[in-house]
């Protein structure tokens, strides 16, 4: 038939084909199994159909009466070579209990196994289920079960990797958010049997308040497990010919440990996620913390509201009451202004009347004059009173020239203007002495108040930075200090802002007399400097490049950097448009050129 369909199906898409010859009819001939795998296979249909094994609940009841055997494994399927991937428990009917078996029912499971089918009493019994090879095999496969169980650091590596655990973690989904309790409830359980710290915090229900729920969680996400592989070591480091290969051999079942200790790890946290993710009840308490912090938010703004509403009500009261206490101060001042201007008016006047009084007296007797060449003094002495003279002592001097005589009138007028002579000798004596009492050059510090101590020379440089930072500058005053700071001797304070300005403030207040004297001190070192170093500035210097630095550069330059402080945003892009001929690198390298030199004449001297 099928040759038939090829054929046709090439006729029918047009290609040629050529029948050769016809088929012959089906033959049926007998046939007989033979062979070693058809004895093995013959071998498992009668063992499986002996009583022993297919009737095996007079060995298992009571067992499962004492509370947890399960049926026999399937002695077929057991390979004593191959008892890693065997379920040990299974092998010894505590396929319930497994890690929950306790050493006794261990023992008690082994030597039931043992006494049914221990190979001696097998051939006693005239073979049966445990007869042969396949009996052997069996048997070894309880005597490593139980070896494995019986020894309880074999028995938790086994546990760690039992064949009935389910890693499978639940995905975060509608149905897992639906059934969270359901779903989650026995996954968690399950993983419980691995923690070192017990009793372990249960999932809980609906009902679970907030520190329950808490509690829960932080103990899983810092969960501490016991569980180790290393009964999955691929390589049996006992089997090594040398030191070398053994400890080789222990490297790499150790790397493999730590791999799956990594993904256990990653497990239990991708579990506690999920968990987290899909728990109602998390849900539940922060829409209600959310509902909490909005309730108290909307608290303190309508209190602040309240609060500032008060304040404000407060600040207007406030406010009117300083305007009416301003009114009333003003009002007040203003009649005591109105008031002083008519006691000054009045005193002027009375002032004018009494000094064209005494004018008058002095005129009546002749000014005082002996002859007509002294009257041009006198009258001038006469003013010289009027104007030196108080109100009440040109009243009494008035009332004296009316009661004398004109030579008594004349030794009065001498004597007071001989006593107004010495008063102005007087004062231009202190005005002297106080000038020469200022502190010389020689002084090395002087008190500046709120400033500190300033001494000669730091206020020289203050006076020399007043004049090269004028009014206008952007920010003058730290450019002075900067100033300051940087030219002053070694041991001196750094100036701030506000020392520089209270500074200035107290030499503003100086006399005129004591501001020249201070002036001319600090330009004095100034121009003798200036004059030692015209010769040194004046002579070209060569660059590293040999292109020398003219004069007129070296001016352009010094002006820009006291125009351009350190502070100054983009210093050197601007002292180098400020010196056209020159590029920003070559400013630089000029600049620290010249600090190098400052730095090596400060060492020398």
Not at 40 to 65: K, Q, T
Not at 301 to 329: C, F, H, I, P, T
Not at 432 to 451: R, T
């Amino acid at each position: 038939k099928i040759v038939v369909l090829v054929i046709w199906r090439m006729a029918e898409a047009g290609l040629e084909c050529e029948v050769l010859c016809k088929l012959s009819a089906p033959v049926f001939l007998p046939f007989e199994p033979v062979g070693r795998w058809f004895e093995s296979h013959d071998s498992r249909v009668r063992l499986l159909s002996s009583e022993g094994v297919a009737c095996p609940e007079g060995s298992s009841s009571e067992s499962e009466g004492e509370g947890g055997s399960d049926e026999e494994v399937n002695p077929l399927l057991l390979d004593p070579t191959q008892w890693k991937g065997q379920d040990h428990y299974a092998i010894l009917g505590l396929g319930k209990l497994r890690y929950k078996a306790t050493a006794q029912d261990i023992r008690k499971a082994y030597r039931q196994k043992v006494l049914q089918h221990h190979p001696d009493k097998q051939q006693a019994s005239g073979g049966g289920a445990g007869g042969g090879e396949i009996g052997d095999d069996l048997f070894k496969c309880i005597k490593i079960a139980n070896d494995i169980l019986a020894d309880p650091k074999r028995r938790r590596a086994f546990d760690s990797v039992d064949p009935t655990f389910d890693d499978t973690v639940p995905p975060v989904s509608s149905a897992s958010r639906e059934s969270f309790y359901d779903v989650f409830g026995d996954v968690f359980e399950e993983n419980v049997r691995w923690s070192v710290k017990q009793p372990v915090p249960r999932l809980g229900g609906a009902t679970s308040s907030l520190k329950e729920v808490e509690d829960f969680y932080s103990f899983w996400y810092n969960f501490e497990s016991w569980r180790e592989f290393s009964y999955l070591d691929e390589n049996n480091a006992q089997s090594a010919e040398s030191r070398e290969e053994r400890r080789w051999l222990e490297k790499l079942n150790k790397t493999a440990r730590q791999k799956r200790k990594r993904e256990e790890a990653t497990r239990l946290r991708s579990l506690v996620d999920n968990a987290y993710a899909c728990d109602p009840r998390v849900r539940q308490f922060k829409e209600a913390e959310k509902a909490e912090k909005l309730a108290r938010k909307r608290a303190r703004e309508e209190a602040g509201r309240l609060e500032a509403l008060a304040r404000e009500k407060e600040r207007q009261k406030r406010l009117e009451e300083e305007r009416l206490v301003r009114e009333r101060e003003e009002e007040e001042a203003r009649v005591q202004a109105a008031q002083a201007k008519k006691e000054k008016e009045a005193m002027k006047k009375a002032l004018r009347r009494e000094r064209k009084t005494f004018r008058a007296a002095c005129k009546a007797h002749g000014h005082f004059a002996k002859d007509e060449s002294e009257v041009v003094g006198r009258m001038q002495e006469v003013e010289k009173l009027c104007e030196a003279l108080p109100i009440d002592r040109l009243q009494e001097l008035n009332e004296k020239f009316s009661r004398l005589s004109v030579d008594e009138a004349r030794a009065l007028f001498e004597e007071e203007g001989a006593a107004q002579r010495r008063l102005e000798e007087e004062q231009l004596a202190a005005t002297k002495a106080k000038a020469s009492q200022a502190p010389g050059p020689a002084q090395s510090q002087e008190v500046g108040g709120k400033g500190g101590v300033w001494s000669r020379e730091e206020v020289q440089l203050l006076v020399k930075a007043v004049t090269l930072y004028p009014a206008g500058t952007v920010r003058r005053w730290e450019t002075m200090a900067q100033f300051v700071n940087t030219h002053s001797p070694e041991g001196c304070r750094e100036k701030t802002a506000k020392q520089i300005i209270s500074k200035v403030k107290a030499l503003q207040r100086l006399d005129s007399s004591e501001r020249e004297v201070e002036n001319k001190m600090a330009f004095s070192k100034f121009e003798k400097e200036h004059v030692e170093r015209g010769h040194v500035e004046a002579t070209p210097t060569e660059r590293y490049d040999g292109k020398p630095w003219t004069t007129e550069e070296q001016k352009l330059l010094e002006a820009a950097l006291r125009t351009y402080p350190a502070s100054t945003p983009e210093r050197w892009t601007r002292i180098a448009e400020a010196v056209p001929s020159r590029t920003k690198a070559e400013c630089i390298a000029r600049f620290k050129e010249l600090v190098s030199r400052i730095k090596a004449k400060k060492q020398q001297t």
